[in-house]
Structure formats: C-alpha cells, structure tokens
C-alpha cells in the first residue's frame, strides 16, 4: 500500500511551482557561471536558491518533472548536486 505523503509546509503545488521557477532563479540553466554571481552576497543568494530549489525538485511528481523536460533520473542528478555547482 502506497503512503500518502503529509505536507506541512505551503501548499504543495504552489512549492512546486515555486521550485520551477526557482530552476530558472538559481542559475542551472545553460550558460550562466559563478562569475555571473558578482558579490559574496549575491554568490551566497544564490547557493541559498540552488540548494532551496534542488531540495523542491527532488519531490515534483513525474507529472511536473514531465512538464518541465525532466525525467526522474536527471532530477535526481540536480537534486544531488552540492549547492556550489552549476
């Protein structure tokens, strides 16, 4: 039997929604580089963002990751990445 999950944070879709364009926020999309970043706190945002937004991708559904041209096996090689990397 398939347990249900039990969400205690926002609501769920609206997290999803949030991670995907969190993806585009935080810098994994093709041709941006840490030097993009500019300062230390512009840098440490945007590791913040990258580890915030790999955190959400790791629990989108096959659905969302589908919608976003994912599937489960490169989803789950973003969501391993530590946060420094692109």
Do not use: H, I, Y
Not at 32 to 47: H, I, Y
Not at 54 to 59: D, E, F, I, P, S
Not at 65 to 77: N, Q, T
Request: charged fraction near 30%; hydrophobic fraction near 40%.
């Amino acid at each position: 039997m398939r347990r249900r999950q039990v969400f205690t944070g926002p609501c769920p879709a609206r997290s999803e929604a949030s991670a995907l364009w969190g993806l585009a926020a935080a810098g994994m999309l093709p041709g941006r580089s840490m030097s993009d970043a500019g300062s230390p706190r512009q840098t440490f945002e945007l590791w913040l963002r990258r580890a915030r937004t790999r955190r959400q991708l790791g629990v989108l559904g096959d659905r969302e990751l589908r919608d976003v041209g994912l599937d489960r096996a490169a989803a789950a090689r973003e969501a391993n990445k530590p946060f420094w990397m692109a």
